[in-house]
């Protein structure tokens, strides 16, 4: 039986009122779902390999922070 979502905890909604999972939701899920999820702690290994590398370098780009 899986336990009802907390908002903050395992989501928050975006400016654009889009549910977003968080990473705590995904580690607990335990795999990639192959989506491009915001949050994947599993570095996309189930996106396909074009959007997958595409989604890596922005994650980069992003934790690098502006120059």
């Known amino acids: 039986m899986q336990l009802p979502l907390k908002e903050h905890i395992d989501f928050y909604y975006n ?3 889009y549910m977003v999972f968080t990473e705590k939701y995904h580690l607990e899920r335990g795999y990639c779902c192959g989506n491009g999820c915001k949050h994947c702690p599993f570095d996309y290994e189930n996106v396909p390999e074009q959007k997958r590398a595409r ?3 922005q994650r980069r ?3 690098k922070g502006p120059d």
Do not use: H, P
């Open 15 to 17: 400016r654009d009122g």
């Open 55 to 57: 989604l890596l370098a």
């Open 61 to 63: 780009q992003q934790e």
